[in-house]
């Protein structure tokens, strides 16, 4: 049987999730199992996600997915190399995991892999070094340093969220994984709909305005409860940036080129969200890199709360294949991993620390929604079972 890993955000989990899952699935004759690496209660775009993990885990179950695994908050809000390194991480410690798939718009992996053998090769900081500017983002600066190395048309390849995300995950893929990509179907990155599928951004924007009639035909299941939002700790927000001083704002991560100052001085000009974003973001600073330094100054989190490498596996769903993959990852897997909350009292202390920080976020997330949920959900909230 091959393992397939799966690296998602499932936010929410839709019809172009599934098909991934089904085409992956193709490309294999013999039996197949699932395992999905999903980031937890927040996201890479710097907010929150949809709705909880639990509940998006049962949608990725029900969708294709046999074992649902947590990605936790300081790899699923960190940029792409960041996030990359600690889904794979996670993926390579299970030890069942044999092939990863992802999407992307290119759908060819040869010269996603050139691109991700350059970005690791040592003559890549020297070029990197030549293309880096003032008043140019890291991102633009990156790729015009492939444009030297490999030429104009390996480097637009990074012009592609998916693209560049699967290059990231390349650099990071064990030797003994192997990698496929499949061709994006649908509308592009925070497009419309397409066929029958829609973009994850449109069925939020749909989920969040109540119009559930029109996201369902793109679920995996109906649509039940409230929706969590970012305008509900605005001002929550606002008075956690307020209040820091410029060594807290400079201890966050990924903070550095004056940023933080820049992101205090725009939280004293609005108290709203989308024109703090507004105010800070430049041609340095990306739309992206100024939300999670919004979110990690609502987290708390420094720096020096990022462990190295992932001290655990957590898992937040599974079937009876997935039930399988768990009997066997209990001689395989080069990580701890726990189904129960309470056992990872009987993990390390470093473990321990990051589960704690992992409650702290999720209480703060609880606060998202528009009917408050209680604190405490990281020890009372199970795995998701299907039968």
């Not at 710097?46 to 695994?69: F, N, P, Y």
């Not at 992992?358 to 039968?387: H, I, Q, Y």
């Amino acid at each position: 049987m091959k393992t397939i890993g799966i690296v998602a955000e499932y936010n929410p989990f839709h019809t172009g999730h599934a098909w991934h899952i089904r085409e992956t699935r193709r490309l294999f004759p013999e039996e197949t199992a699932v395992v999905a690496v999903m980031s937890g209660n927040w996201v890479q775009r710097g907010e929150c996600a949809i709705t909880d993990k639990w509940s998006r885990a049962e949608s990725a179950l029900t969708g294709g997915a046999d074992l649902v695994l947590e990605l936790p908050a300081v790899w699923s809000t960190a940029s792409a190399e960041g996030f990359a390194r600690g889904a794979i991480s996670i993926l390579a410690a299970t030890g069942v995991v044999d092939v990863l798939s992802f999407g992307s718009e290119c759908g060819n992996i040869a010269p996603l892999r050139e691109v991700a053998r350059c970005l690791n090769s040592p003559d890549f900081p020297a070029a990197l070094r030549r293309e880096l500017k003032p008043r140019m983002s890291f991102a633009h600066c990156r790729r015009q340093a492939v444009v030297r190395l490999l030429g104009p048309e390996r480097a637009a390849l990074l012009d592609f969220p998916n693209n560049s995300l699967g290059v990231e995950y390349l650099r990071f893929l064990p030797p003994n994984m192997e990698a496929v990509t499949i061709p994006r179907r649908g509308p592009g990155h925070d497009g419309e709909t397409a066929e029958e599928f829609a973009s994850a951004s449109l069925l939020r924007r749909w989920i969040r305005a109540g119009e559930v009639t029109s996201a369902s035909p793109f679920l995996s299941l109906p649509w039940k409860g409230e929706a969590a939002d970012m305008r509900h700790l605005e001002r929550a927000l606002i008075a956690r940036l307020r209040s820091m001083t410029l060594a807290e704002a400079e201890a966050l991560p990924d903070s550095g080129d004056g940023l933080a100052a820049r992101l205090l001085y725009a939280a004293r000009q609005t108290a709203n969200l989308d024109e703090l974003y507004a105010l800070t973001k430049t041609r340095t600073y990306t739309h992206a890199r100024v939300r999670r330094l919004a979110l990690y100054a609502l987290l708390g989190l420094r720096r020096e709360n990022i462990p190295a490498a992932p001290p655990y596996i957590r898992v937040l769903g599974f079937n009876r294949r997935g039930q399988a993959l768990l009997r066997e990852m209990n001689q395989k897997s080069s990580l701890p991993f726990f189904v129960k909350p309470a056992h990872v009292r009987r993990l390390s202390p470093e473990a321990q620390t990051l589960f704690a920080q992992e409650e702290r976020f999720t209480d703060l997330f609880a606060l998202c929604f528009p009917s408050p949920r209680p604190g405490g959900l990281e020890w009372t909230s199970n795995p998701v079972v299907k039968r």
